[in-house]
């Protein structure tokens, strides 16, 4: 019996020991947030580093956020001696995947979140919330308020309470003594007030031409990071709290293609090298994302354009449209992508083009002027978005002062916004337009 109680309590010792090993291997929740932080960094940048790359990017951070903590504090972090211990960890914990885009949904939502909360903290009370409206009607959403009951109305939505007491207030104004059961009139009765909660579908159209590489600001990012970084936290703040809006990404060159949410902070520009797709062709953008909305039954549908640039490009869907441009200008150039690029932009970049919408692009670049016959174009195809009642809005991220006049002219005819701001208030500006445009509580019969 003794020698099974010493056996017991040295295998009960053992599981303690292995229990304190597994726990010492623990990141604090600092550490975390600086390891997320970095791989947010690390993923937004023009050359993503592979998954083999990031072990000693991760732990340099690791190492130089110890060096401001004390002894005890870094022992009981993963020792650096593993060369994998970091990469391993947020593998083990659903952080990261063995890809080429390495982010899991864990690890997307867990950097949004973080990027979101830093964002929120910077503004200030009041900046943003639901409009409300006086109208009121038939809606999803009751409210305290009450109105005089209307015929048809829901007798669901009687508030029985008041009616008795309009009753009892109507009897005791004739000088009549109550009497039971009480003689109710129609006009006595009283019905909750409701809203409708309006659901949005709003499709963002970000801008991959090769342009969007530049950078103007002093903090170092290019206009495509400071884009996917705000558009980053406005897709986990629809998730987190409009989970019944509808939140698109399109990415957009001489050509467009949808986008993976879980895509966003990989995305790349176009270059030289991807032949004449760096061009920038507002109307695929406007047409992909029409053909998108169509398929919502959403109230509220929004198109936002995301660009630093004049468009350049436009489709030539006839041959009499192409014979058109040539007669006018006999040495135009119009591109068709073949399979093997197809292909190449599909594997790099996880890009699907749309050709649906269009296969030959007529291309024109006329420094800070636009063709007419592409300017003719782009305006057409975004009234044929408002004849489906569909907003559309542009966030200009360029100091030039020529786009600007452009996109303002576009937005007069659309009746829409432009927002010209620089890279280090987007995701500011991209979170409460959301907020202000996309959830407005209006009465139903608005």
């Known amino acids: 019996m003794l020698q099974h109680n010493l056996k017991s309590f040295s295998y009960y010792s053992s599981k303690e020991e292995e229990k304190q090993r ?38 340099q951070n690791t190492d130089t956020s110890n060096t401001e903590q004390t002894q005890t504090e870094s022992d009981q972090s993963p020792k650096s001696d593993d060369t994998k211990s970091l990469t391993k960890y947020l593998l083990e914990h659903g952080y990261l995947k063995d890809d080429k885009n390495w982010l899991t949904k864990k690890g997307f939502f867990a950097i949004g979140n973080q990027i979101l909360r830093n964002l929120l903290s910077e503004l200030k009370t009041g900046d943003f ?20 009951f209307e015929l048809g109305g829901e007798l669901k939505m009687l508030n029985v309470s008041a009616s008795i007491l309009n009753t009892i207030s109507r009897i005791s104004k004739q000088a009549k003594s109550l009497e039971f059961p009480l003689d109710v009139d129609i006009d006595d009765f009283e019905e909750y007030e409701t809203t409708e909660d309006v659901r949005a579908s709003v499709v963002y159209c970000i801008d991959l031409s090769s342009t969007m590489k530049s950078s103007l600001t002093s903090s170092g990012m290019s206009r495509i990071e400071a884009a996917k970084r705000a558009l980053w936290s406005l897709y986990v703040l629809n998730k987190r709290f409009f989970p019944n809006d509808s939140i698109n990404i399109i990415g957009f060159a001489s050509m467009a293609s949808t986008i993976d949410p879980f895509d966003i902070p990989f995305l790349k520009t176009y270059d030289a090298n991807d032949e004449f797709l760096h061009y920038t062709n507002y109307q695929a953008a406007f047409r992909l994302a029409k053909k998108i909305l169509s398929k919502s039954n959403s109230k509220n549908k929004r198109i936002v354009l995301i660009t630093d640039g ?59 002027k636009v063709d007419p016959k592409v300017d003719e ?49 987007m995701d500011k500006v991209l979170v409460i337009d959301y907020l202000y445009n996309t959830k407005k509580i209006l009465g139903s019969k608005n």
């Open 129 to 148: 919330g639901l409009h409300e409206t006086k109208s009121v009607g038939t809606g999803t959403t009751v409210l305290d308020t009450t109105k005089k």
């Open 22 to 59: 597994q726990e010492s291997k623990e990141l604090d929740q600092k550490t975390i947030e600086k390891l997320l932080e970095s791989l947010a960094n690390q993923s937004m940048r023009e050359k993503a580093p592979s998954f083999e790359e990031l072990e000693s990017t991760l732990q």
């Open 377 to 425: 174009r782009t305006v057409l195809e975004a009234k044929k978005c408002l004849r489906e009642n569909i907003q559309i809005d542009s966030i200009v991220i360029s100091e030039e002062s020529e786009l600007l006049e452009y996109v303002q002219n576009l937005e007069k005819a659309f009746r829409g916004k432009t927002y010209h701001i620089n890279q280090n208030n």
């Open 310 to 368: 004049q468009p350049s490009a436009c489709f030539v869907d006839s041959d009499s449209q192409k014979q058109l441009i040539l007669s006018e200008k006999p040495y135009s150039n119009f591109y068709i992508p073949n399979n093997d690029l197809l292909s190449k932009i599909k594997s790099d970049k996880n890009f699907k083009l749309d050709q649906g919408s269009g296969t030959e692009v007529y291309l024109c670049y006329r420094y800070k």
